[in-house]
């Protein structure tokens, strides 16, 4: 197995002003510097906090300080237009962030997020240079009537089509594209997958990626398990082969349960 560094993210989704965001920061700063813990100086765990847009400006130059980078939520595929409201990579880029959350299980469910359109905004995103966090996941009715493997195959294989189309021009280095699990009942409900059915699903995700891109792209590919993760769970989840971090909604609000989870991970 290859050696892949640990992702830690940070959803904070629609929370958080700016100010808000700039006490996470200080308390985040005190509880690094109480845990002894100096991100710079490691090279084991990625810290990433992905933060709503109008925090990310002054977010990216308060935690660049801590060695922890900044991910937006969602962008636009487009470069430049008429699309009122979005916001594209290289704006994302020009407030400093390198990771872009895409296809979150929110975004699908509210705000009629394709597969299709999630395969385009990965594609943009590599193209970019920034790092794509792709998320796939059953609901619970799809996971009662089987039909995980169904759901979780079409969602990648729309993004895997993509990549097999520009495999010419977009080779997928190691950390460069990272995919969360996140099963839709675990999300903010306090009902955390098991870690063995987490690593199943994210070992059958490792073996779409080899089937389609190859084994050496598939072993450099991230991926994370998300949903109810928290400080005391969050050691079973990375003890498992294939899981290689987590994506965080509520446990990433707080600076003491984030360290935490940083502190659990390495
Ligand atoms: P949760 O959210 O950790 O609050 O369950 C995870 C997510 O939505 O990414």
């Given at each position: 197995m290859?050696e892949r560094?640990?992702l830690?993210?940070?959803n904070?989704k629609?929370y958080k002003?700016?100010e808000?965001?700039?006490?996470f920061?200080e308390?985040?700063t005190?509880?690094?510097?109480?845990a002894?813990?100096n991100?710079k100086?490691?090279?084991?765990v990625?810290?990433?906090?992905c933060?709503p847009?109008?925090a990310?400006?002054?977010?990216a130059d308060m935690?660049?300080v801590q060695?922890v980078a900044?991910?937006?939520?969602n962008?636009?595929?487009?470069e430049?237009?008429?699309?009122?409201?979005?916001?594209?990579?290289a704006?994302?880029?020009?407030v400093?962030?390198?990771?872009v959350i895409?296809?979150?299980?929110?975004r699908r469910?509210?705000?009629?997020e394709?597969?299709?359109g999630?395969a385009?905004?990965?594609i943009?995103?590599?193209?970019?240079g920034?790092?794509p966090?792709?998320?796939?996941?059953?609901?619970?009715?799809e996971?009662?009537?089987?039909q995980?493997?169904t759901?979780?195959?079409?969602?990648?294989?729309?993004?895997l089509?993509?990549?097999?189309?520009?495999?010419?021009?977009i080779?997928?280095?190691?950390?460069?594209?990272?995919?969360?699990?996140?099963?839709v009942w675990?999300?903010?409900?306090?009902k955390?997958?098991?870690?063995?059915?987490a690593?199943?699903?994210?070992?059958?995700?490792?073996?779409l990626i080899?089937k389609r891109?190859?084994?050496?792209?598939?072993q450099?590919?991230?991926?994370?398990y998300?949903g109810?993760?928290k400080?005391d769970n969050?050691k079973?989840?990375?003890?498992?082969q294939?899981?290689?971090?987590?994506l965080?909604?509520?446990a990433?609000?707080?600076?003491?349960s984030?360290?935490?989870?940083l502190v659990n991970s390495?």
């Amino acid at each position: 197995m290859a050696e892949r560094k640990r992702l830690i993210a940070g959803n904070w989704k629609m929370y958080k002003t700016r100010e808000e965001a700039k006490a996470f920061v200080e308390g985040l700063t005190e509880q690094l510097a109480t845990a002894n813990i100096n991100l710079k100086e490691q090279n084991s765990v990625k810290a990433v906090i992905c933060a709503p847009f109008t925090a990310l400006a002054g977010l990216a130059d308060m935690l660049e300080v801590q060695h922890v980078a900044v991910g937006a939520q969602n962008m636009h595929e487009a470069e430049v237009g008429a699309y009122t409201g979005e916001v594209s990579a290289a704006m994302l880029q020009d407030v400093g962030c390198q990771y872009v959350i895409l296809g979150h299980s929110e975004r699908r469910a509210y705000f009629a997020e394709t597969d299709a359109g999630v395969a385009k905004k990965t594609i943009v995103a590599i193209h970019k240079g920034l790092i794509p966090i792709v998320c796939v996941g059953e609901t619970l009715t799809e996971r009662e009537a089987n039909q995980t493997q169904t759901v979780i195959s079409s969602q990648m294989e729309a993004v895997l089509d993509e990549l097999v189309k520009q495999s010419d021009q977009i080779a997928v280095k190691e950390g460069q594209f990272v995919i969360a699990y996140e099963p839709v009942w675990a999300i903010g409900t306090g009902k955390s997958s098991s870690a063995d059915d987490a690593q199943a699903v994210i070992g059958f995700i490792r073996s779409l990626i080899a089937k389609r891109l190859g084994e050496a792209t598939a072993q450099a590919v991230g991926i994370l398990y998300g949903g109810s993760v928290k400080p005391d769970n969050i050691k079973t989840y990375l003890s498992m082969q294939d899981i290689d971090g987590a994506l965080v909604g509520g446990a990433s609000l707080q600076p003491d349960s984030y360290t935490a989870l940083l502190v659990n991970s390495f």
